[in-house]
């Protein structure tokens, strides 16, 4: 082995020592990033889990409102077919009100004129 000047030594000392601490450091940090990213997935899933709840109560939320839309506008329907029933009704018993009316005024004139007749 050829003999070397004690700088190159030493430099070659410090240079393995770094390339040591720089394997130590990555070790390290590896195992540093493997337990973060659990502690994240960890994290993650419990939002998730969360979040997916909360789509399920929105989406059923949804379909409840859906369906009362649908009653509601079945109920406003059936009500507008209701009111139409009702105002051809109205309108049928208001000709035939009048109808009874001009029959009153009839009879009343007549039954006047049979007085009228009677009395002489």
């Given amino acids: 082995m050829p003999n070397l000047p004690p700088a190159v030594l030493l430099l070659l000392a410090a240079l393995a020592g770094l390339l040591a601490g720089l394997l130590l450091l990555y070790l390290i940090a590896r195992g540093w990033i493997a337990r973060a990213q659990l502690a994240g997935r960890a994290s993650r899933d419990a939002e998730v889990a969360t979040l997916a709840e909360q789509r399920e109560a929105a989406v059923t939320r949804g379909s409840e409102l859906a369906a009362r839309i649908e009653r509601y506008e079945r109920d406003w329907n059936s009500a507008e077919q209701n009111l139409r029933k009702l105002s051809a009704h109205a309108a049928s018993q208001q000709t035939q009100a009048e109808q ?11 039954a006047t004129k049979r007085r009228c007749v009677w009395s002489n």
């Fill in 100 to 110: 009874l009316g001009h029959q009153l005024a009839d009879a009343v004139a007549d």
